[in-house]
């Protein structure tokens, strides 16, 4: 019993795995921009957070796009947007910032769910895990405040004297480094819980603060398109970088102020990016003044994060609207993802393919590209998940969506729409909604639609005309020989052989089936001698052509009875005329039938007559019965009345007057047998039901003694 169990369950498990994998590949949505596999796992729809527990677990069981959508970590979304995700030291938790109402939440990778939320009084401008885990958080929050949480919730806050905008830690000294609308970068050392002297720059305003995970330097970025570094073990400057001057962004007309550092990102010990507010992603050797490779978005927006993958040597970029991910050492595009909301940060999870995107929307956006590398431990499943797509291709993103160039829009009449949200730039074109494109398509051309009508009734007309019955179209001379070719090239056709050598479809014998010269004389010697033996086809082919002219000598003859039948019953005097009920002679059926297949034999014109005449000979019963049963309501009443009782069936059950003085008669409608047998098991059951039936005398009891009887209010008994 204990095996039996354990095997069922095993084989309900495995069902039940096989269902929920097949859901995911259908819900899974897959891009495929520059031939790079992209696998959203956030498709699907989202539940609004305020309605009832009751209401959503009614919902998830009835819509099924709710059942069929992916969610890699549950709930792993914020009420409005989320601002700020990253991932703890040690890939064990995935912290997200958002709004609104502002606060934090905590998801275990482990578990694939949340493990808690914690609410705060203001907006999260910054936030940066302190220890491998989650129980060391500070938040920097866009009213000054710097707020630390340890794994039990709130601990300490304090507040530092500008608007902060960056922040990040020194492990070695226990430095929390904080840069915002100031030219100081301050320092909080929590080993002494106190502030210590800032850093002094040169700009007026710090907007990005990165540190170098090996030598522990210190880089900075301003709003005048400078980074200066600084060195934690002097406390003092040691560089100074001047992006404007060193390139020729400063030249470019599209840009009315110097591009301001919005992004700051280490590889390595000497490799750093810098990413600016005009969109432009610079590579630098931090032993160079001047970049070695310089990327553009194109878009004019400011690049809001940067991150490096090692293991295929990429870099990965993310302005609002795009992230890019391009080769580092030519700048080549690899691939792109573009969200339908704008995008405020991005976080890579480490030595994987996995890609968590904060943006202005509810869920917190996850893309998995194989190309970056495998997925991580605790989802393992997109491994198999991506292997199984790619042998079974699902739908793209782009269906949905018409690629037009600019040609096309303007025959279309909608080149106005260019920079709107109905076009979206993609290479040399511009995708547009299917729909929008259909109708501008039936505005410009009107009578498109008409012509693909017409086009699709008539493949649905040559559809179904394919499915009817062909009739063979014999030619005039030859039929016979014509019909065999016929036949054989269909047997042909079945066992796959060729079939062009049939003179049907040669020209060169078409005077035969056409010039009556060539018609083949099959009552000849000379054909009798070169076919002694009749086929197969032969004998079935006469077979069926007897058979049709025996049941048109039978309709014929039918025909004339009835008709000689009507004739006789029109004429007035019914002692010189015989009975309807009489059946013909022999001599008259033999007549009858040779004379309808002499004028068979006249319509068959020049047809041969190959079978013997054949008389059809009917039994004096048999042809009274069809007479009687076919012509019964033209029968005088006392015909039948008679006919009825010499068979001893009584039919007239009584014979009166009304009170008008009519004669009335009431007659006995003779069952059928099928109603007889009916009747009479009607009749057994009800003798069946009279034996077991029981009286209910003593059982209930009367209602009069126990109530009495009453009349006009007043008891009687």
């Not at 500070?138 to 806050?157: A, D, E, P, T």
């Not at 030598?215 to 600084?230: M, N, P, T, Y």
């Not at 049941?551 to 014929?556: L, N, W």
């Amino acid at each position: 019993l204990g095996v039996l169990f354990w095997s069922s369950s095993v084989v309900y498990t495995g069902i039940f795995d096989w269902y929920v994998f097949e859901l995911l590949l259908a819900a899974m949505q897959v891009s495929n921009p520059n031939d790079v596999k992209i696998y959203n796992l956030s498709a699907g729809k989202s539940l609004p957070e305020w309605i009832s527990e009751r209401r959503r677990r009614a919902l998830q069981k009835s819509d099924v796009e709710l059942q069929r959508r992916i969610q890699l970590l549950q709930d792993f979304e914020m009420p409005t947007a989320s601002t700020r995700v990253k991932v703890s030291p040690d890939g064990q938790y995935v912290v997200a910032a958002g709004t609104y109402k502002p606060r934090i939440r905590c998801f275990d990778v482990n578990q694939l769910s949340m493990k808690f939320e914690r609410c705060v009084d203001a907006d999260v401008q910054q936030f940066e895990i302190l220890s491998d885990d989650y129980s060391k958080i500070v938040l920097m929050q866009v009213n000054r405040v710097i707020q630390f949480h340890s794994q039990n919730g709130h601990y300490y806050q304090t507040r530092i004297p500008a608007f902060g905008r960056d922040m990040v830690y020194h492990y070695p000294s226990c430095d929390l480094y904080m840069v915002g609308a100031s030219s100081d970068v301050f320092r909080l050392n929590l080993e002494q819980g106190c502030f210590l002297s800032p850093y002094a720059t040169d700009s007026k305003s710090l907007n990005v603060c990165r540190l170098n995970p090996l030598h522990q330097l210190l880089a900075v970025g301003s709003d005048e398109g400078k980074i200066e570094c600084f060195d934690p073990r002097c406390r003092s400057r040691v560089g100074l970088l001047d992006i404007a001057m060193a390139t020729d962004l400063l030249h470019t007309e599209d840009l009315p102020v110097l591009p301001a550092v919005t992004a700051l990102q280490f590889r390595g010990a000497l490799t750093m990016a810098v990413g600016t507010v005009s969109g432009q992603v610079l590579l630098y050797d931090i032993r160079s003044g001047k970049p070695h490779l310089t990327k553009d978005h194109h878009y004019g927006l400011p690049i809001n994060s940067i991150a490096f993958q090692d293991n295929l040597g990429v870099v990965l970029s993310a302005d609002s609207k795009i992230v890019k991910i391009w080769d580092q050492n030519d700048g080549s595009p690899v691939t792109s993802i573009e969200p339908q909301s704008d995008i405020h940060d991005m976080c890579v999870y480490p030595k994987s393919g996995l890609i968590f995107v904060a943006n202005e929307a509810e869920k917190i956006l996850s893309y998995y590209i194989p190309t970056l590398g495998p997925a991580p431990k605790w989802c393992s499943f997109l491994d198999s998940l991506t292997e199984e797509l790619e042998e079974n291709p699902q739908q793209e993103v782009y269906e949905d969506y018409k690629f037009v160039t600019a040609k096309d829009l303007e025959s279309l009449g909608l080149s106005h729409l260019v920079g709107t949200n109905l076009l979206r730039a993609y290479m040399h074109g511009y995708f547009m909604d299917i729909r929008l494109y259909h109708k501008a398509k039936s505005l410009s051309d009107p009578f498109a639609y008409e012509e693909y009508r017409k086009s699709r009734i008539q493949k649905k007309l040559d559809e179904e005309r394919a499915n009817r019955v062909r009739v063979k179209k014999l030619p005039k001379v030859n039929k016979v020989l014509a019909e065999k070719l016929m036949e054989s090239q269909t047997q042909r056709k079945s066992m796959k052989k060729r079939t062009d050598q049939n003179p049907l479809n040669d020209a060169r014998f078409s005077e035969m089936f056409t010039n009556p010269n060539f018609q083949v004389d099959e009552e000849s010697e000379e054909y009798k001698l070169l076919h002694p033996v009749i086929s197969k086809h032969e004998k079935k082919r006469l077979q069926e052509w007897e058979e049709e002219q025996l049941a048109r000598q039978a309709s014929d003859l039918t025909e004339e009875l009835e008709g000689k039948v009507s004739e006789e019953e029109s004429s007035g005097d019914e002692d010189d005329v015989q009975s309807p009920l009489q059946s013909p002679t022999k001599s008259e059926i033999g007549s009858t039938a040779q004379t309808s297949k002499q004028r068979h034999s006249n319509r068959a014109g020049a047809e041969p007559v190959r079978t013997k005449t054949r008389l059809l000979e009917l039994t004096d019963g048999v042809v009274a019965g069809s007479l009687r049963s076919s012509n019964t309501s033209k029968v005088a009443l006392g015909e039948r009345l008679k006919e009825t009782a010499d068979e001893g069936s009584e039919v007239v059950l009584g014979v009166g007057e009304s009170l008008s003085g009519n004669k009335t008669a009431v007659f006995r409608v003779k069952k059928t047998a099928k109603e007889g047998e009916y009747q009479r098991k009607l009749r057994e059951h009800r003798e069946e039901r009279r034996k077991f039936r029981r009286s209910a005398a003593g059982v209930a009891p009367d209602r009069r003694k126990i109530h009495g009887i009453f009349w006009r209010g007043r008891r009687i008994k």
